[in-house]
């Protein structure tokens, strides 16, 4: 079972950009998704979760910017980002808790996709 995060880039000021994160291998059941970010010389935060049903939280500084979503079919989570600020500029991560065929719940990180945004 592995995670892969996909879409960061450098986008300016005010723009937007679309993360994705897939589970993938013998995959049965993923419970919540979590996006995290690490920003250089800081320590990595939580940004946003998503339920199996639906249910989003936020960190307070990106409520109102970003939007997560999840396609349970594709065991895959999303980030919609917009209104993007330079202090959103870190490398995104993708969390979640994996059920595998044989296996037990276990918690599982993604490599991590470099988000730059530019002033």
């Known amino acids: 079972v592995q995670l892969q995060a996909s879409g960061g880039g450098l986008v300016q000021a005010g723009g937007s950009l679309r993360l994705s994160c897939a589970a993938s291998g013998r995959v049965v059941s993923v419970n919540t998704m979590n996006w995290f970010r690490q920003a250089p010389g800081k320590q990595r935060e939580f940004v946003a979760r998503v339920t199996r049903t639906g249910a989003q939280a936020y960190t307070d500084s990106v409520q109102g910017r970003f939007t997560i979503s999840r396609d349970n079919a594709k065991n895959t989570v999303y980030l919609q980002m917009s209104t993007l600020k330079p202090e959103d500029t870190a490398v995104y991560y993708c969390?979640?808790?994996?059920?595998?065929?044989?296996?037990?719940?276990?918690?599982?990180w993604g490599q991590g996709t470099l988000v730059t945004v530019s002033s």
């Open positions: 969390n979640a808790e994996i059920y595998a065929f044989g296996g037990r719940w276990t918690e599982y």
